[in-house]
């Protein structure tokens, strides 16, 4: 069943809508002066659909595009919005302009040529506004704040706080409906990040993809990847085999496998 679903307003006047591919979400926070666009899927022409469908929200014009890192599901229709400001951490723009064009390039082999075609046709937008630890945005009558709060499903994961809808976006961060991605990740880090997102105290997380969620999902998540750190703290220390690892794991073989790799490479 295609993930493509109609805007929810997942709270006051935050509306989310999940596109396929990727089954990515693309998240709209509104305040009386403006409105901030969460993500913006993985190509022009991609964005241009979620432009079309903007125009169906009681919402003021845009007032800056937020993304939530750097892999291109996530950022790489920002080109769709010229003229307004683009707002990242400043890790998400350090990736995009040191490897941005060659993970095009890694992701355009894996497509059918018509799809190709747009992905190519996509400019990287590097953020032009960078957070370093944390920012606010003011709408009017509420404010919106992205934070940094440390490494997770990637080294720059930003996160965006509407502490007066009691929401955040989480980015990949939080996943639905499939494993956490590691293949760029943190997995000694990720449990306490995840912590840290949890002490915002929102009841509603949207995360990178499927459908939006909440704190127990959460707790359930950042449980899962410590127990996962700690599989695989006990294999780098040689007391626990790959296999034993697999087979102990709350993850997928892949997913595990991943973690295995990544934990090899970031042990601190
Ligand atoms: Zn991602």
């Given at each position: 069943m295609p993930a493509v679903t109609a805007w929810q307003e997942v709270a006051d006047r935050i509306w989310v809508r999940r596109y396929d591919p990727y089954d990515v979400n693309v998240t709209v926070v509104a305040g009386t002066d403006g409105a901030v666009l969460v993500d913006t899927r993985t190509s022009l022409a991609e964005a241009a659909e979620?432009?079309?469908?903007?125009?169906a929200l009681p919402i003021p014009p845009l007032s800056a595009i937020v993304l939530t890192h750097h892999h291109l599901d996530h950022c790489l229709g920002a080109g769709a919005f010229p003229g307004l400001p683009v707002w990242g951490t400043e890790g998400c723009?350090?990736?995009?302009?040191?490897?941005?064009i060659?993970?095009?390039?890694?992701w355009v082999a894996d497509l059918p040529e018509d799809e190709a075609v747009d992905v190519r046709a996509s400019p990287l937008v590097p953020p032009d506004h960078t957070v370093r630890e944390q920012a606010e945005l003011d709408l009017g009558d509420r404010r919106v704040v992205l934070c940094?709060?440390?490494?997770?499903?990637t080294d720059h994961d930003l996160v965006v706080h509407v502490p007066a809808?009691?929401?955040?976006?989480?980015g990949d961060l939080v996943e639905v409906g499939a494993p956490p991605d590691l293949e760029e990740a943190y997995p000694f880090a990720w449990p306490a990040t995840l912590g840290r997102l949890e002490a915002l105290g929102a009841d509603t997380v949207v995360p990178g993809h499927g459908g939006p969620?909440?704190?127990?999902f959460v707790a359930t998540q950042r449980e899962e990847l410590a127990h996962l750190a700690a599989l695989c703290r006990e294999a780098l220390g040689g007391r626990r085999g790959?296999?034993?690892?697999?087979?102990?794991s709350p993850f997928p073989a892949a997913t595990t496998r991943l973690a295995l790799a990544r934990a090899a490479v970031t042990a601190a």
């Open positions: 979620v432009r079309e469908h903007l125009a723009r350090a990736a995009l302009r040191s490897h941005g060659e993970q095009r390039e890694r940094y709060l440390g490494r997770g499903h809808a009691g929401t955040v976006l989480a969620t909440g704190a127990a790959p296999d034993a690892v697999l087979h102990a």
